[in-house]
């Protein structure tokens, strides 16, 4: 009797490991809306990535999303109400948490110079920073032409003499350098000293079958019919978004870092005029700190950094990207040191119709270019894959939007088809681009993360830089994901 109780009891415990299988199978490996098993190649071989968080990529930090009044809230002493108080939303993106610096720009000038220096020495040259804008008529500036990018003693001071365009080349360059790099840590590639000219890597190029490099081990191929080993895809999770320039609302919402007081309410009290808390610009911090700075900017004519014994914001110029305090986000000097460039176009009235979700203007809509058998092109001279326009019979009867290059859309002309003709029929052109953020030549006014103004995208100054900003995917900030994994272990 014993033994058949006991022998009930194996089988009992049986069924219900067998049951706790199925179900965690069913749960984990197999599709809700077919039944068939993910991960498996006798089933078919569909590969489904385990579910996880972006990975923060070097240098950024996570910028939660919200949202927040955009636009100039202070007096507008310019007189030029171009920046009309709005209440919009910004998706949570990643951002440098500070300005890119010398060093990091002499790293690519380096890159470029032994990937392309014998084949393209123009491109070289193309990308060095003007050092001429710290010229001035009526001013000795001359060393700092010749020592600030490229003495030690500057290495992390921010870079500037960098229009609008190289900053971008420098993003579409440090995306695929941390991505290269993402593939060499995970044994995909093992390191590859002898790339030059197109044979680099370049994310897009690798991820349709363009480069190969020096495969170190492949990814196992669950496909019964392909290989034994594939190349990493985009839905591995291992590689990362763009680096980027930020829009014109994702770094005012950076600067400002608005953060809720009580978690369980949409509760913010205080208005800020700067990127930190209170309306003056020295500290009101206690301790050894308090009266100090809060940025590097100009006090008052003639006036940049105090006097000898007691220097106010100890910076003549700029300052390294680490001084000051940083702003609730985790962000250094988003006010002063260095005004910064971001993606948008300027238009004075492009605040008034904006969209209040992620507003942007600046968007030329593209896709792929591809051959005659409708595959994409071959990659070009410089290793990159090309791009183009879509034309009206791609866009077709489309409602989301009607043309490609949609930068003069809705931009205060009372036509729609008029041209942006710097000196014809207006001030700017469609190569401004909007420049955020006071810097060390300006006073206090332009401190404040609502104020703009613009330049042209091919020019440079040297009170100018710029900071990379990253999509952020998934959940906004990482706590839905934290907290579906917590009730599972419950």
Known sequence: MK???RHSFQIVLLLFAMAVTFTSC????????????????????????EEKEQITGPGLTLIPGGTFTMGNVEED??????????????SSFYMDESEVTNLHYREYLYWLRRIFGESYPELLRKALPDTLVWLEELAYNEPFVEFYFRHPSYNEYPVVGVSWLQANEYAKWRSDRVN????????????????????????????LGQY?????KGIKNLDPNGAETRRVRFDDGILLPDYRLPTEAEWEYAALGIISEDESEERFTDRKTYTWKGNTTRSKRHGKGQGDMQANFKRGRGDYMGIAGSLNDNAEITAPVKSYLAN?????NMAGNVSEWVLDVYRPMTTVDAEDFNPFRGNVFKTLDKDEEGLPAPKDSLGRIQYRELTEDE??????????????????????????????TTLVSDKARVVKGGSWKDPAYYLSPGTR????????????GFRCAMIRMGSPDGKKMKQAKKKKRK
């Open 26 to 49: 069913s749960k984990k490996g197999a599709s809700d809306a077919t039944g068939w098993s993910y991960n498996d190649s006798k089933w078919g071989g569909f590969t489904v990535a």
């Open 180 to 207: 290269e790099m993402l593939l060499v840590k995970k044994g995909v590639l093992d390191h590859d000293p002898n790339q030059y000219g197109a044979e680099h890597f370049n994310t897009k190029s690798y991820l």
């Open 395 to 424: 866009i077709g009867n489309r409602i989301n939007f009607r043309r490609s290059n949609v930068i003069n859309y809705r931009d205060g002309d009372k036509e729609s088809e008029v041209e942006y003709d710097y000196g014809e």
């Open 212 to 216: 190969e490099g020096v495969v170190k």
């Open 77 to 90: 002493v310019m007189y030029e109400f171009h920046n009309v108080p709005r209440r919009v939303t910004v």
């Open 328 to 332: 609730d986000f985790g962000l250094y």
């Open 3 to 5: 033994n058949l109780l």
């Open 453 to 464: 103004r613009y330049l042209d995208e091919d020019l440079a100054s040297s009170t100018i």
